[in-house]
Structures are given as structure tokens and as C-alpha cells.
Nanobody, 121 residues
Framework: QVHLVESGGGVVQREGSLRLSCEAS????????MGWFRQASGKNREGIAT???????NYADSLKGRVTVSRDNAKHTIYLQMDSLKPEDTAMYYC???????????????WGKGTLVTIAS
């Protein structure tokens, strides 16, 4: 079983930056695709970015240029760097993983519990 734990959330000022981390533990062998998602209050969950085992990435069009996903396979950890933050970026941010390569539909098998990001206006 794989466990994902996100960290790095908090309150950030508008136009600030934040880096989130997600560490996988447990049966991490065979984890290929990992990604970041978010869900704002009253809204559907949306994908932010995915990163595959080989480092290939995919970003949501709406967030390209403001977010960067990276990965340290030795630490079983992925990161999400977010810049130029806006109040509408306020949301619960979730890490997810799957045991296959990333798919265009952004499907995932395992989810973390999330870390809350609040952007102060």
C-alpha cells in the first residue's frame, strides 16, 4: 500500500510563491505517474500537473507558466512550485499517484489527504 503525504501549505500573500511537497511511502516500487490536483470550496477538483517516472510533465493549460512540477525519485517525492499566486488559487491541494504511466485523462489510484493553501488578498 502506498501513502502520500503533502506538506508546505499555508497562508501566502497575493503575488507570492509557495512550494508544496508530497512524499510517498510504503510500497513505492512501481509508482510511475504522480501529480497535483486542487479543489476549491464549492468547486470540482481540477488537475494541476502530472510528472511521470522519466520526468515528463503535463500541465493544465490554465496554470502553465505559474506552476512547475518536479520529482526526486530517490526520495519518492514530488514538488509543486507555484508563483504569482492569486486569491483564486486558494484551495486544498492534493497529491496523487498511479502504478502506470501518466494518461491524458489524469486518472490516479492513490490520493493524499491534502494540504490547504490560502492566498490572502
Amino acid at each position: 500500500q502506498v501513502h502520500l503525504v503533502e506538506s508546505g501549505g499555508g497562508v501566502v500573500q497575493r503575488e507570492g510563491s509557495l512550494r508544496l511537497s508530497c512524499e510517498a511511502s510504503g510500497d513505492t516500487d512501481g509508482i510511475y505517474c504522480m501529480g497535483w490536483f486542487r479543489q476549491a470550496s464549492g468547486k470540482n477538483r481540477e488537475g494541476i500537473a502530472t510528472i511521470d517516472i522519466d520526468g515528463s510533465t503535463n500541465y493544465a493549460d490554465s496554470l502553465k507558466g505559474r506552476v512547475t512540477v518536479s520529482r526526486d525519485n530517490a526520495k519518492h517525492t514530488i514538488y509543486l512550485q507555484m508563483d504569482s499566486l492569486k486569491p483564486e488559487d486558494t484551495a486544498m491541494y492534493y497529491c496523487a499517484a498511479r502504478r502506470l504511466r501518466c494518461e491524458p485523462n489524469w486518472s490516479m489510484d492513490v490520493w493524499g489527504k491534502g494540504t490547504l493553501v490560502t492566498i490572502a488578498s
